[in-house]
């Protein structure tokens, strides 16, 4: 082709890519202008109350799923058989299904279970809250695991051989070099795989809980307004994970802030 | 097993039904993903800001809520469409097309980081040597980036796509017979929930498995030009 020809050829495409791209503006912008915002406020109440419920969910569930990665990771990259299989087990499963299936195994699977019924663990299983809760944090433990895991033995080995020849037990070494240091190589990671755990919640509103999610299925159901429903849903999700992430960069800084001074 | 057996037919419609709905929505996320790539490598403001925006909605909204989103939506959008055009009937839109489509768009979104990973990690000379040859941009594109962005992306893609089949069972939320879906009808006409969500869990772990012993021949095809060393 001449290139004179293909110069005004990529004209032309960008002249109509740009002339489309106003048009969905001035879409978008119409959609925002005939909202319903008469619904959003008679259920603003109920839409706050949701968003905590989620941030409830997601920060109990990553912090029980952190006391559970921990052993977990530390038993995987453990030399023992004994210890590392049933680590990788754990690690393999949570990952490896659905977090539908855990949730729904948990509800409405130990939920029958005779030995559950009959016990004293009957009054936690049988809370929706309680089941969304040991599913999160089981499934986001395993995630953390694995994350926790691949910190671990990112660590450099002449640290561990230092703290060892200083004459650190294993056990003290793991507590004053390995962990602290594979702990903020696991920052970044970690901050996905709590995203991660906070998109999981929304799943808690098929066993009934109404949390963000769940309550716009109901605004939706009562009003059979979706969009309103589900934009102001998708607009809270969009801010929670915008806040987290910029108190997470925060924390990262001031986690390695010891590494600043050698540039 | 003798609860199980008589399920086995079901359970099996179940997993063609998951593996047709991953499929079909793989080609569909990968061409956006190359898309977005290609907007966020533009240098076009306009196209930046479309590939800024599909990934970090698509990151930061709820697999759960994307897939209601087009469900409803699709219905919604279709009908409002339709009614315009004069058509007074009601369409009903396929859950299997609405969620085909909702789990290609997410894929899409995170595929257009690792193909954009991908084709930043192509040494700069290779480009310049195509351009000297006088291989124009689309072929330098067609040529020389190409085949070496399937190399360079496929472990990542292959991740996803474990995602995106685990991603998969939230359309059984929205009417669509998968695994998850027929393990649900087969507990509840056998009343052991505990059975068969843990088979359908055994299915999705199977399914996992035999998807990353897959992915290890692709990489290998891809690497093929590549000396050993640098495999």
């Given at each position: 082709m001449e290139p004179d020809a293909l110069k005004i050829m990529t004209r032309i495409v960008k002249g109509v890519f740009y002339g489309l791209t106003a048009l969905l503006i001035v879409v978008v912008l119409y959609i925002l202008w005939t909202l319903n915002y008469d619904v959003i406020f008679r259920y603003f109440g109920r839409i706050l109350g949701g968003t905590w419920l989620t941030i409830q969910l997601v920060t109990l569930s990553?912090?029980?799923?952190?006391f559970i990665a921990l052993p977990v990771a530390i038993m995987r990259v453990s030399h023992i058989p004994w210890l590392r299989h049933p680590a990788y087990g754990f690690i393999f499963f949570f990952r490896g299904t659905p977090l539908l299936v855990q949730l729904f195994f948990i509800y409405y699977g130990l939920a029958q279970v005779d030995l559950v019924r009959h016990t004293f663990l009957w009054p936690v299983f049988r809370d929706a809250y309680w089941c969304a809760l040991i599913a999160f944090a089981l499934?986001?433990?395993?995630?953390?695991a694995e994350i926790l895991r691949g910190a671990i033995q990112a660590v450099p080995k002449g640290e561990i051989e230092a703290a060892r020849a200083i004459g650190m037990s294993l056990v003290t070494a793991y507590r004053r070099i390995i962990l602290p240091r594979a702990f903020r190589l696991a920052i970044p990671a970690y901050g996905n795989e709590i995203i991660f755990m906070l998109k999981g919640t929304a799943l808690a509103s098929t066993i009934t809980l109404y949390e963000l999610t769940?309550?716009?299925?109901?605004?939706?159901a009562r009003t059979y307004q979706p969009v309103e429903a589900y934009l102001s849903a998708g607009v809270l999700y969009m801010v929670l994970t915008y806040i987290f992430l910029?108190?997470?960069?925060?924390?990262?800084?001031r986690a390695n802030r010891y590494l600043a001074a050698q540039g | 097993m003798q609860t199980v057996l008589p399920y086995a037919n079901l359970l099996l419609t179940g997993t063609l039904i998951t593996l047709l709905v991953t499929i079909a929505a793989l080609p569909i996320g990968i061409a956006l993903g190359l898309l977005g790539a290609g907007a966020k490598l533009s240098g076009d403001p306009v196209a930046m800001a479309y590939g800024n925006v599909y990934t970090s909605v698509v990151r930061g909204i709820p697999e759960f809520l994307v897939i209601l989103v087009f469900a409803t939506g699709s219905q919604f959008a279709v009908n409002a469409v339709a009614e315009s055009?004069?058509?007074?009937?009601?369409?009903?839109?396929?859950p299997f097309v609405a969620g085909v489509v909702a789990l290609g768009f997410m894929f899409g979104a995170y595929a257009t980081e690792v193909f954009r990973g991908a084709i930043m990690a192509?040494?700069?000379?290779?480009?310049?040597?195509?351009?000297?040859?006088g291989m124009g941009h689309w072929l330098t594109f067609r040529?020389?980036?190409?085949?070496?962005?399937?190399?360079?992306?496929?472990?990542?893609l292959g991740n996803l796509y474990l995602v995106l089949m685990k991603d998969s069972a939230l359309v059984s939320l929205i009417g669509l017979n998968d695994i998850m879906r027929v393990s649900g009808i087969a507990a509840q006409a056998t009343k052991n929930t505990v059975l068969f969500y843990f088979v359908a869990a055994l299915i999705y772990l199977a399914l996992t498995v035999v998807s990353m012993r897959v992915q290890a021949p692709l990489e290998a095809w891809a690497n093929k030009g590549l000396p050993r060393a640098v495999r």
């Open positions: 990553v912090f029980i799923g952190f499934n986001t433990g395993g995630y953390s769940g309550i716009a299925r109901l605004v939706n910029q108190a997470w960069q925060l924390f990262e800084r | 055009l004069g058509y007074t009937g009601h369409i009903n839109v396929s192509i040494p700069k000379g290779q480009i310049e040597a195509a351009r000297a040859f040529r020389v980036t190409l085949p070496q962005v399937w190399r360079l992306a496929l472990p990542g």
